[in-house]
């Protein structure tokens, strides 16, 4: 009875003139949205791996030097695409591309696409993930508010209750039928997006990626499911298929629209951010004074005294070593303690930030399958952090490099030695390994359970759809 019921569903679906041209609509825009992804992804993955390698070019080929005039001339590490980006770039171009490693700092992140995109262009910038969690849902609403509003309307409703046919049934056999003829739309989309990934994959990261699609995939389908489930349901206790529409609307508009900006709101008024200014200003006063209370004099008389015991002498110029590389390098370690302490502060409120706008998938389920979605594809907060990370675990043991091999083979007030070019290819090239599955998805267990949450209830209220409204 319920392959019937879809069947006749599916059938209807197909030669319903608002499916068709709403299909068309939106798989063009699909398709769209995934060559530009495409396109995108190519051109910033070929331009991130000619510039890593010129990069390493210039260090490894520059001239001989003082090691520490190396580490102020520093060199840029550059952050990779990932794959999935071209579905979704989530905060990708809002955070920065590269980031400049040079002694003594931790530079901010630059060259962020958004600051570059005229008004007009960040108003019309679809993504395909933009596309499947919002016009998508709005394409649903619109095949199936009628589903049991407009068969009640057109009185065939209670005929077919009349016969006995059981509501969960005809809500099951409805939402299959709502369901096959979304596939006819998804299925051409998801080919063609299996397509650019095999087409744009290099050699052996393929079976890296396909948990990760799958998953998304996963994500997608139980959102869309929420969505069939929700219009069924209020089609099935209204009155009429107006009423039907206008409550689904207004479904959509706060889930897709509403609750987005509410919760970015809420989120960012529990959890504040410094402003720019505010986060250097406070980050360069802990420089000064240091973040243990003594000054950077005091510090460096203390490791005076403590390098002039160890190796039994009574003034700089006796040492064996370079006591300026020396206090250079216990320099660079307290700053570290003051990077670590203010960008861990920042990073952690992002991370509230993006707790609270998941926990908001309690209200919409969009919040939740939009920060899934950004997780799965690598362009989500935390992995910009893992890069951030990486890149600054690097930059240090660039310095400490530089200043350990000055210590080692100058003395103190030697500025002119200079290091031989074999030292520059000592250094390892820059490279970044992003967080598994467990981890990106670890990072977002609120929206997984609350996606499986808003599931499990949609489809529980169309499988104890007992009583139809007949009037």
């Given at each position: 009875?319920?392959?019937?019921i879809?069947?006749?569903?599916?059938?209807?679906?197909l030669?319903?003139?608002?499916?068709?041209?709403?299909a068309?609509?939106?798989?063009t825009?699909?398709?769209a949205?995934l060559?530009?992804?495409?396109?995108?992804w190519?051109d910033?993955?070929a331009q991130?791996?000619?510039?890593?390698?010129?990069?390493?070019?210039f260090?490894?080929?520059?001239?001989?030097k003082n090691?520490h005039?190396?580490?102020?001339?520093?060199?840029?590490a550059?952050?990779p695409r990932?794959?999935?980006?071209?579905?979704d770039?989530?905060v990708?171009p809002?955070v920065?591309v590269?980031?400049y490693?040079?002694?003594?700092?931790q530079n901010e992140?630059?060259f962020?696409?958004?600051m570059?995109?005229t008004?007009?262009?960040r108003?019309?910038?679809?993504t395909a993930?933009?596309?499947?969690?919002?016009l998508?849902?709005?394409?649903i609403?619109v095949?199936a508010f009628?589903?049991?509003?407009?068969?009640?309307?057109?009185?065939?409703?209670?005929q077919?209750?009349?016969?006995?046919?059981p509501?969960a049934?005809?809500?099951?056999?409805?939402?299959?039928?709502?369901a096959a003829?979304?596939?006819?739309?998804?299925?051409p989309?998801a080919i063609?997006?299996s397509?650019a990934?095999v087409?744009g994959a290099?050699?052996?990261?393929?079976?890296?990626?396909?948990?990760?699609?799958?998953?998304?995939?996963?994500?997608?389908?139980?959102?869309?499911?929420?969505?069939?489930a929700?219009?069924?349901?209020?089609s099935?206790?209204?009155s009429?298929?107006r009423?039907?529409?206008?409550?689904l609307l207004?479904?959509?508009?706060a889930?897709?629209?509403?609750?987005?900006?509410?919760?970015?709101?809420?989120?960012?008024?529990?959890?504040?951010?410094?402003?720019a200014?505010?986060f250097?200003?406070?980050?360069?006063a802990d420089?000064?004074?240091?973040?243990?209370?003594?000054?950077?004099?005091?510090r460096?008389?203390?490791l005076?005294?403590?390098?002039l015991a160890?190796y039994g002498?009574?003034?700089?110029d006796?040492?064996?070593v370079?006591f300026d590389?020396i206090?250079m390098?216990r320099?660079?370690?307290?700053?570290?303690?003051?990077?670590d302490?203010?960008?861990?502060a920042l990073?952690?409120?992002?991370?509230r930030?993006n707790r609270?706008?998941?926990f908001?998938?309690?209200a919409?389920?969009l919040?939740?399958?939009?920060?899934l979605?950004?997780?799965?594809?690598?362009t989500?907060?935390?992995?910009?952090?893992?890069?951030a990370?990486s890149?600054?675990s690097?930059?240090?043991?660039?310095?400490?490099?530089?200043?350990?091999?000055?210590?080692e083979?100058?003395?103190t007030?030697d500025w002119?030695?200079t290091?031989?070019?074999s030292l520059w290819?000592?250094?390892?090239p820059?490279?970044?390994?992003?967080?598994?599955?467990a981890?990106a998805?670890a990072?977002?267990?609120?929206a997984?359970?609350?996606?499986?949450?808003?599931?499990?209830?949609?489809a529980?209220a169309?499988?104890?759809?007992?009583k139809?409204?007949?009037d």
């Open positions: 009875m319920i392959a019937r879809a069947a006749k569903e599916f059938t209807d679906t030669r319903d003139g608002r499916y068709r041209w709403s068309v609509i939106v798989l825009l699909l398709a949205a060559g530009a992804g495409y396109r995108n190519r910033v993955a991130h791996d000619r510039a890593a390698q010129e990069m390493r070019a260090w490894v080929n520059q001239p001989a090691p005039s190396a580490a102020h001339y520093g060199l840029w550059f952050k990932t794959m999935l980006s071209m579905v770039q989530g990708d809002y920065g590269a980031s490693l040079e002694a003594h700092k992140f630059r962020r696409p958004a570059d995109a008004a007009t262009q108003f019309g910038q679809w993930a933009g596309i499947l969690q919002v998508l849902p709005l394409l609403v095949l009628p589903a049991f509003a407009g068969e009640k309307e057109l009185g065939t409703l209670r077919l209750v009349s016969l006995g046919v509501p049934a005809l809500a099951g056999g409805k939402a299959l039928g709502i003829a979304l596939g006819t739309l998804l299925v989309a063609l997006g397509i990934l087409l290099a050699e052996g990261t393929m079976a890296l990626e396909w948990p990760r699609v799958a998953l998304m995939a996963l994500s997608y389908l139980g959102y869309f499911a929420i969505f069939v929700v219009s069924l349901v209020v099935a206790r209204v009429s298929s009423v039907a529409l206008l409550v207004a479904f959509w508009a889930n897709s629209l509403v609750a987005p900006r509410v919760f970015s709101d809420v989120a960012r008024r529990a959890a504040p951010t410094p402003s200014f505010e250097l200003a406070a980050m360069d420089l000064k004074k240091g973040i243990d209370g003594h000054s950077p004099s005091e460096t008389e203390a005076k005294q403590e390098v160890k002498v009574s003034s700089v006796s040492l064996p370079n590389a206090s390098q320099g660079e370690e307290d700053a570290n303690v003051v990077f302490k203010h960008y861990g990073y952690d409120a992002y991370q930030q609270i706008h998941q908001g998938a309690v919409a389920p919040l939740a399958v939009r920060s979605s950004m997780g799965l594809a690598g989500d907060v935390e992995h910009h952090r893992a890069f990370q890149a600054e690097y930059r240090r043991m660039l310095i400490a490099k530089m200043n350990g091999y000055m210590a083979h100058s003395r007030g002119d030695s290091a031989p070019t290819a000592e250094v390892p820059f490279e970044y390994e992003a967080p598994r599955l981890q998805v990072a977002h267990w609120p997984v359970w609350l996606l499986v949450g808003w599931v499990l209830v949609a529980g169309v499988v104890r759809t007992r139809l409204r007949l």
